[in-house]
């Protein structure tokens, strides 16, 4: 069974300062891989999904994540943040053989202190 | 907003006590899966309904049972309700047909078990 770990539960930051989101996956098959955000008060929306191709992929609010493969990670970045950042993060992982479940980290507690 | 809505937004209950949860799916999406968020944590498979059958389920006893219904929309049954089922349950839908589609999350039912 996959699993999928964020390294950090909360970060604090001031805006204009760049965001990098760990995340790890163990699952030896073949992933669809996404990012994840939930506002405060509102559901959770897509950030950006990576199925194939160039392993660095571009996603909504200037947000880009980089698929590194052989070290099973995904993680999220952001060059400059704003106060409209705050929320919560959440990477997940679609392993091909599942169908369209999906496997949630645990989440990253964003912080952006205006 | 997705166009996938749940009802009710809220529920209190008790141990012991079973719960009927409801979403609607998008509109053209024929799939739709169940996740159990509970607090601080990301959220968890429970199980997915395709062509009104469950295809798929996560690690979560017999007493959570669904249902689809022909127009797409589900149901989520929780019997003898425990405190640890105090969570934000969340509805997701898509469209199967082949390759892995994006799935659209409704706002949830934030379930309170006393």
């Known amino acids: 069974a996959q699993s999928v770990s964020q390294h950090n539960h909360h970060v604090i930051l001031s805006e204009a300062a760049s965001l990098e989101l760990g995340c790890n996956y163990s699952?030896?098959?073949?992933?669809?891989l996404f990012w994840y955000v939930q506002y405060p008060g509102q559901h959770l929306q897509l950030l950006l999904k990576?199925?194939?191709?160039?392993?660095l992929v571009k996603g909504i609010k200037g947000f880009e994540a980089e698929f590194i493969k052989s070290k099973f990670s995904f993680n999220l970045r952001k060059p400059s943040v704003q106060w409209s950042d705050t929320a919560e993060y959440f990477c997940a992982v679609n392993a091909r053989a599942a169908g369209n479940k999906l496997t949630f980290g645990g989440g990253t507690r964003v912080l952006v202190k205006p | 907003e997705t166009g996938v809505t749940q009802s009710p937004t809220h529920l209190i209950k008790t141990r012991g006590q079973q719960v009927t949860l409801r979403c609607s799916s998008q509109?053209?999406?024929?799939?739709v899966s169940w996740y159990q968020q509970a607090l601080g944590q990301g959220p968890q498979f429970i199980f997915q309904?395709?062509?009104?059958?469950?295809?798929g389920r996560g690690n979560f006893p017999p007493r959570f049972s669904g249902l689809q219904f022909p127009n797409y929309s589900s149901e989520l049954n929780v019997n003898a309700l425990e405190l640890d089922d105090s969570a934000l349950y969340l509805c997701?839908?898509?469209?199967?047909?082949?390759?892995?589609?994006?799935?659209?999350f409704g706002p949830g039912t934030r379930l309170t078990v006393l």
């Open positions: 509109s053209g999406h024929n799939t």
């Open positions: 990576y199925f194939s191709g160039d392993p």
């Open positions: 699952y030896g098959g073949t992933v669809n």
């Open positions: 309904y395709y062509r009104e059958e469950e295809n």
């Open positions: 997701a839908s898509t469209f199967s047909g082949g390759e892995y589609n994006e799935q659209f």
